[in-house]
């Protein structure tokens, strides 16, 4: 990529945070939300394979005694069913605010849009009759349209991506928090294969 291309990428996110400062922190709030329910529906996981593993629960992982013990404060015993049914639930939570995520992330595009719209109008209204005269009314407003989606479509899959690095970052963080040495030797190994 070149400087100017680097330049040109950073002025458009800084006027995009300059300008719609709360849209990009409600979805900022969304993603590490979406984070931490993406994290409770991956260890739920856990109690479940330590029940199938030993149903009588003599020896279970951390997480499970975690579980186990809010479990035992809302007096529900601790069985295959109620495992499954917090995974369930973790799950369902998981989709929601996934499906919230891609609402607001289109929602975002049209604030932005009719932001855009809005100045690209009150410009054109300003501009001398010269300018009018001289160009093709509709060449100019059907490539202001297209410009100004393309424009939009991107802001959302930046915002698509960095909702999926944030996913991948709390997927990594998952197994480095359960058992780093298997973790970190599981990942060697795959750059070494993959190499």
């Not at 109620?82 to 995974?87: D, R, V, W, Y």
């Not at 799950?91 to 009719?114: A, D, M, T, W």
């Amino acid at each position: 990529m070149s400087k100017y291309k680097k330049i040109n990428l950073i002025l458009i996110f800084k006027e995009f945070f300059k300008n719609y400062p709360k849209e990009f922190f409600f979805l900022f709030l969304l993603l590490v939300l979406e984070g931490i329910i993406a994290t409770l529906s991956v260890i739920t996981l856990v109690p479940i394979a330590d029940f199938i593993v030993d149903s009588n629960l003599i020896s279970p992982s951390k997480v499970t005694r975690h579980i186990i013990i809010y479990l035992d404060l809302i007096k529900i015993k601790p069985s295959f069913f109620s495992f499954g049914t917090i995974f369930i639930i973790a799950n369902i939570l998981k989709g929601l605010i996934e499906v919230g995520i891609r609402y607001s992330i289109l929602k975002i595009k049209h604030v932005i849009l009719r932001g855009l719209y809005f100045d690209s109008l009150k410009t054109f209204f300003k501009a001398k009759w010269i300018f009018f005269s001289n160009t093709d009314q509709g060449l100019l407003l059907n490539t202001m349209n297209r410009e100004l989606n393309n424009i939009g479509d991107t802001l959302s899959s930046f915002a698509t991506f960095a909702a999926q690095i944030v996913q991948i970052i709390i997927y990594l963080i998952i197994p480095l928090w359960l058992n780093p040495f298997l973790t970190i030797m599981s990942v060697l190994l795959s750059i070494l294969f993959a190499i």
